[in-house]
């Protein structure tokens, strides 16, 4: 009898964030070598981009299993200017994040062998940098997203 090996990875939890007020877009990124994102590890980095956000802040997101449960109600009981919204279920056109893991995916890295996870977490995070300083493309990721923009400041 021979044991499967459990598939190296790299998870990824990502906001793309829009200044109301300066109209600046941003990338805040936190990488997970060899682990699954839970509530727990979500709700941490909810946390972090809280301590990087001293305005309301409205989350978008879909309705993954680590977006909902106890302790992601437990932070928005603790963070009351954190506004969690649900988009409806299967509907990765209205994320904006997912045109940002199909840009990673696809365009970025869709030839790249890393050989190992650390090879892979440094080279995912190079992406993530370079992406960050680009008002441009992080725009994209918001236009590509079925969604209405117009007139948010920064979008359009």
Known sequence: ?????????????????????????????????NAYINAELYSL????????VH???????DQGGM????????LCQAYPRLDMNMLPAY???????????????????G????????????TVRGCLDECRYDQARLRSFFVASALPWAGVTGII
């Open 55 to 61: 305005n309301p802040l409205v989350v978008i997101q």
């Open 1 to 33: 009898m021979q044991r499967a090996r459990q598939r190296d990875k790299v998870s990824v939890a990502a906001a793309l964030t829009i200044s109301p007020v300066r109209g600046h877009l941003g990338l805040h990124y936190r990488s997970y070598p």
């Open 111 to 122: 030839n790249f062998a890393p050989l190992t996870v650390q090879h892979l977490d440094i």
């Open 45 to 52: 980095f909810l946390r972090s981009l809280l301590q990087h």
């Open 67 to 74: 977006h909902k449960g106890p302790v992601i109600r437990e």
């Open 91 to 109: 509907a990765p056109d209205y994320n904006p994040v997912e045109c940002l893991w199909n840009h990673l995916k696809y365009h970025e890295l």
